[in-house]
């Protein structure tokens, strides 16, 4: 366990350096959320059937977890850069935990999330989000918005290792943007039909987004619906070890074997 630990700080310092001298995309990442917000709370919002600043208060919980899932994009892109251009097979050669390596890259993208999340929150608060329950209970919201977004990272970790080249894995990455779609991220689920509401309160993100809207005390959890959004916390944290349990030993294994 002391090697895991020495050699996944390692391989955490290894990708907050990576980051550090690509700035360009560390802005676009962290700025495209506060577009969204902006843009979907002023043009849409008086739309939607709750406008105006209660819509935006609906919808910030929404964009933190959409924000959260793009962890699929982020895995998966800088996974498969570093398997085509021969990062992982020297780390192969080297006396390195196989775990440390994966992990190092989930832990520095759950650092830089958690650093990024600060600015979208107070821009949520200049345009009228206000968190209406205990400093608690938003502390453990926080906390699950950033286990979630250390989940989706394995998947795009795995997804990256698997992929036949970067630019397949760019393009795979991109297409993840329609997830947030298919849930109650942007809108109630209330009025879809009734298979596409199944869908979108089945996703993981809805059930997260559900539970911050309980825990920041923006919105009430429904009456009725799916299970993960009628009980969003345990949902919520169901999903996440599920996709840890599937996801975690994969991405180890496809690194540890080089498979593609």
Known sequence: MSTLAYDGTAMLGRHLRRIRHNPGLLILTQSMPITMLLFFGYVFGSALATPGQEYRAFLLPGLLVATAANGIMTGMFQAAQDSHRGV????RTLPVS????PLGQALADLVVTAVGTVPLMLVGLAVGWR??????RAVVGVGLLLLFRFATTWIGIVLGLASQSEEAAGQLGGATFILPLLSNAYIPTDNLPGWLRTVAEW???SA?????RDLFGNAPVPDEGA???THPVAGALTWCAVILAVFVPLA???YA???R
């Open 227 to 229: 299970w993960p959004v």
């Open 98 to 101: 196989r775990a440390a390596v």
């Open 208 to 212: 997260v987004t559900t539970a911050l």
């Open 257 to 259: 074997t080089g498979e």
């Open 203 to 205: 996703n993981p993100i």
């Open 131 to 136: 968190i209406e329950g205990s400093a608690l």
């Open 252 to 254: 180890v294994r496809r």
């Open 88 to 91: 992982m097979d020297r780390f």
